[in-house]
């Protein structure tokens, strides 16, 4: 790989970092050009199997015809911007309804970030209190609550967890996040039940999208029995699984019903866009009234200038109806177990400590530590610099995982993309 390279070092010259996300920086990072299909291009004209996908949002690859035309039809005929109501908001919203099971009703943001700071904001405006919930290993955007707890380190934490993921978090914000093991009922429910009366709500992300660890069925069964009990707001972050696991996510695969969802990237098929939504009851605190006071003290803000615009609705709109039509889910769960398998494979082939994470389309691998996990704290110990070599050698062959290495499975993929990937992770395994 191109390690001084220029393009990136222009970039850098105005942009922080070169990238436009903290944790999308590694070394040899190429320079993109362009995208098409499975494939991203790089300046150098080199092209790589995409298993990035813009993080998740592309579930149906790069430059969709369906997606564009429809997206062309919007921007020529529909306009960029109404800031007033419009059909295509409860067209979009219906569909959101009609596929996850907790949504009664629906708000837009352009984010994932957005989705999940509207959901805390609400739990705390019904519940009336200050502190929220979130497990370790959880990322639910770049918001300043959830950016503690975030990142698995590697030693073992001490619980509740206090370790903010970024400088400038005011302590108070630090206080009112409490992070608790994930998948680990023993302490999480105790210590949840006895400070109930201080918890506006339990935020879970139901794949850990950084590491691929699942949360049990039991794990939310639980969450969801005490959260009731106690009148505490169950949130479920489907930012990822939602439409990528099955239209409805891992709620609709687990039958464990949140109060309120935060939706986005496979919602929109690329195009910028997020939504929180819940029971009517609970949503209906977002509904402005009439009187400016009650409105101040009793209704959670929510807003945005871009929020539902015609364009948004019209990616959610196609990409809902194209889920729901096309049921891609087999095929590209069929291909994420194939890569995951692969994967086991040639670690056991080849004598290499290692285990596969992941659900479906969403795929991790793991080195330095073996069998099934389950819990972040057993990724203690982990080869990270086998990690980093395994994902630049697969990049030089042409394929891109995230670092991590993780890899997000597209409907766009044929069975020849994926043969010469194995064909590649073989490869790697020869001289990892
Ligand atoms: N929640 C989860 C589970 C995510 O993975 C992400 C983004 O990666 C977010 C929330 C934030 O979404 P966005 O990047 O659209 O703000």
Known sequence: MNESN???ELIRSVIPGGVDGNAKSFAGMPVIK?????RLVGIDGREYIDYCIGYG???FGHNDPEMIAALKDS????GFIYGLPHLGMWEAASLVCRCVPCAEMVRFTNSGTEATLSCIRLARAITGRDKIVKFYGAYHGTHESVLIGIKASQKEPAYPYVGADSAGLPQGVIQDTLVLPFNELEYSIPFIEKH?????????EPVLGSYGIVAEKAFLEALRQTTAQHGIILVFDEVVTGFRLAPGGIQEL???IPDLVALGKAMGGGIPIGAFAGRRQLMEHVAPTEDAVYNSHKVAYHSGTYNANPLAMTAVKTAIGKLMRDDPYGRINGYGEAIRQAIQSCMEAHGIEGTTTGM???VQCH???HGEIRRVEELVGRDLTRQERFQSLLMDRGVFFIPGPRAYVSAVLQESDVDRTLEAIEDVFRIL
């Open 57 to 59: 949002p592309l579930i």
């Open 196 to 204: 109930a009366g201080e918890i506006a709500a339990v935020l879970v």
């Open 360 to 362: 479906g389309s969403l």
């Open 75 to 78: 921007l020529e005929n529909g």
């Open 254 to 256: 687990f039958g464990v």
């Open 367 to 369: 080195f330095g530590i």
């Open 34 to 38: 362009n995208a098409y299909g499975s």
């Open 6 to 8: 220029p393009a990136l």
